[in-house]
């Protein structure tokens, strides 16, 4: 079963957090389970952002929740972000076109 999970966080500097995903996208290469990411933006709220991430399961997004880069990551969007991540756990139960 398909799994996604959306992370909300607040940030005013996204140029930065922008950086930090790049860095993590390339020191992840070969070792990353993330299938797809989606980065989407709020447009009455200038500091809310959503990642939409997409994974082959819930396992396989611990598996890369456990890496090390991942880890080193979300320290460094804590020091950028405007409070704690807000994370929403989805089974996907249904996808269509």
């Known amino acids: 079963m398909a799994f ?4 909300e966080f607040r940030t005013t500097d996204i140029d ?11 020191a ?3 070792k990353r389970t993330v299938r797809r990411e989606l ?12 990642a ?4 082959d399961s819930f396992e ?8 090390p880069e991942t880890q080193a990551s979300a320290l460094e ?5 405007d409070g704690p991540p807000v994370f929403y756990d989805l089974d ?4 269509r076109a």
């Open 77 to 81: 969007y804590r020091k950028m972000s």
């Open 39 to 50: 980065l989407a933006h709020d447009r009455s709220d200038p500091s809310r952002w959503f």
């Open 4 to 7: 996604v999970q959306i992370i």
């Open 16 to 26: 930065r957090a922008r950086q930090v995903n790049d860095e993590w996208w390339r």
């Open 28 to 30: 992840t290469e070969g």
């Open 92 to 95: 996907i139960v249904e996808d």
């Open 52 to 55: 939409v991430v997409f994974f």
């Open 60 to 67: 396989s997004a611990m598996e890369n929740s456990d890496l």
